[in-house]
């Protein structure tokens, strides 16, 4: 099994642990404060549950973060931390190795934007509605389904991948 890597850029490094920093402090001035006491911690107020819900952020947003992709008989498969995600071969049309600039100005329209990555739902004029599984802001990878879904990826070696794809389906 080879497994595509999918490496952070340095901007998506320094967001993440910047953000990250900023969360876990944030979530943990209250307990610093005159007004927090260990015996309201049975009936807790916001000021009592924001340490968790900053901690949480983060541990959620590392766990559905992408960390590499495999394409293995069938099946092209994300690796992530917490569930992976698999599409069949059959699904794939086609993948392809595009340049930044056929990717300017997508939308985030629901997902994480710089915090382990950049996944969840897209949208530009070139691609319209994509799903992305991205750690970085270069080295694309498009692949567009038969259901119409448009799956937007960035593996270390894009031209490594796309070979994988082709040989792994005879195209």
Same mark, same amino acid.
């Given at each position: 099994?080879?497994?595509?890597?999918?490496?952070? $850029?340095?901007?998506?490094?320094?967001?993440?642990?910047?953000?990250?920093?900023?969360?876990?402090?944030?979530?943990?001035?209250?307990?610093?404060?005159?007004? !927090?006491?260990?015996?309201?911690?049975?009936? &807790?107020?916001?000021?009592?549950?924001?340490?968790?819900?900053?901690?949480?952020?983060?541990?959620?947003?590392?766990?559905?973060? &992408?960390?590499?992709?495999?394409?293995?008989?069938?099946?092209?498969?994300?690796?992530?931390? !917490?569930?992976?995600? %698999?599409? &069949?071969?059959?699904?794939?049309?086609?993948?392809?190795?595009?340049?930044?600039?056929?990717?300017?100005?997508?939308?985030?329209?629901?997902?994480?934007?710089?915090?382990?990555?950049?996944?969840?739902?897209?949208? %530009?004029?070139?691609?319209?509605?994509?799903?992305?599984?991205?750690?970085?802001? $270069?080295? !694309?990878?498009?692949?567009?389904?038969?259901?119409?879904?448009?799956?937007?990826?960035?593996?270390?070696?894009?031209?490594? !991948?796309?070979?994988?794809?082709?040989?792994?389906?005879?195209?």
């Amino acid at each position: 099994m080879k497994i595509h890597k999918a490496s952070m $850029d340095s901007l998506t490094s320094g967001l993440t642990i910047g953000v990250t920093i900023i969360l876990l402090l944030s979530g943990f001035i209250p307990v610093f404060t005159s007004e !927090f006491h260990l015996s309201n911690v049975l009936s &807790p107020g916001p000021l009592y549950v924001m340490p968790f819900a900053m901690i949480i952020i983060p541990v959620l947003t590392f766990g559905f973060s &992408p960390k590499g992709y495999v394409i293995e008989d069938d099946v092209f498969t994300i690796l992530r931390p !917490f569930k992976t995600k %698999n599409y &069949p071969l059959s699904d794939i049309q086609s993948v392809t190795e595009v340049e930044k600039k056929n990717l300017k100005g997508s939308i985030r329209t629901f997902g994480v934007g710089g915090l382990f990555g950049y996944f969840g739902r897209f949208r %530009n004029s070139t691609y319209g509605n994509m799903v992305w599984y991205a750690t970085r802001r $270069d080295r !694309f990878v498009v692949i567009k389904c038969s259901n119409g879904k448009t799956i937007v990826i960035t593996p270390d070696d894009p031209a490594a !991948f796309v070979l994988a794809y082709q040989t792994t389906v005879g195209k």
